[in-house]
């Protein structure tokens, strides 16, 4: 079972209205150091910079989930570029769906579209190589997340 994720028209919407505030905020804190005003044109641009960083990383991406003989496989492709996670679904030790666990493995890779809201995300904790605990927050539908269920039970 595989599914792909990527970001619509309601995410454009969101992304469009952040960027004409974060504006509005970066030329009044210009217009707030007269005499200086090269200092509050450097905070806009850094400020622009980790907004873009946010933006690139979850919006433009494009995430697909493949459950294939047991194994659970993410993947994030950015252009050329692939960040994959690939592990047997025995592997995984807890599940939690919902707003982020406190005492899940850190750190959190994440591996989903939305960047405000938790409550479609699944957390999954499991070992990684040689025995280490880490995390990975997905989106999967109603339908994937049953079959991780499943499998993680066999």
Same mark, same amino acid.
Request: include cysteine; charged fraction near 25%; proline fraction near 2%.
């Given at each position: 079972?595989?599914? $792909?994720?990527?970001?619509?028209?309601?995410?454009?919407?969101?992304?469009?209205?952040?960027?004409?505030?974060?504006?509005?905020?970066?030329?009044?804190?210009?217009s +707030?150091?007269?005499e200086?005003?090269?200092?509050? %044109?450097?905070?806009?641009? +850094?400020?622009?910079?980790?907004? %873009?960083?946010?933006? +690139?990383?979850? &919006?433009?991406?494009?995430?697909? &989930?493949?459950?294939? #003989?047991? @194994? +659970?496989r993410? #993947? @994030?492709?950015?252009?050329?570029?692939?960040?994959?996670? $690939?592990?047997?679904?025995? *592997?995984?030790?807890?599940?939690?769906?919902?707003?982020? !666990?406190? *005492?899940?493995?850190?750190?959190?890779h #994440?591996?989903r579209?939305?960047?405000?809201?938790?409550?479609?995300?699944?957390?999954?904790e499991?070992?990684?190589?040689?025995?280490?605990?880490?995390?990975?927050?997905?989106? !999967?539908? $109603?339908?994937?997340?049953? @079959?991780?269920e499943?499998?993680?039970?066999?």
């Amino acid at each position: 079972m595989t599914e $792909e994720h990527t970001s619509g028209g309601k995410e454009f919407c969101f992304v469009i209205a952040v960027s004409a505030i974060l504006y509005i905020m970066c030329a009044a804190m210009v217009s +707030l150091f007269n005499e200086y005003a090269f200092i509050g %044109g450097i905070i806009s641009v +850094l400020i622009f910079c980790v907004y %873009g960083y946010f933006v +690139l990383t979850h &919006y433009t991406s494009r995430f697909t &989930y493949s459950l294939k #003989n047991g @194994r +659970l496989r993410i #993947n @994030r492709m950015i252009g050329k570029r692939n960040k994959e996670f $690939e592990f047997a679904c025995t *592997d995984i030790e807890r599940v939690y769906y919902g707003s982020k !666990p406190k *005492d899940f493995a850190k750190p959190v890779h #994440n591996m989903r579209v939305r960047i405000v809201s938790t409550k479609k995300t699944l957390y999954i904790e499991y070992k990684y190589g040689n025995g280490v605990l880490t995390t990975v927050a997905v989106e !999967p539908t $109603e339908k994937m997340r049953r @079959r991780i269920e499943k499998e993680r039970n066999k």
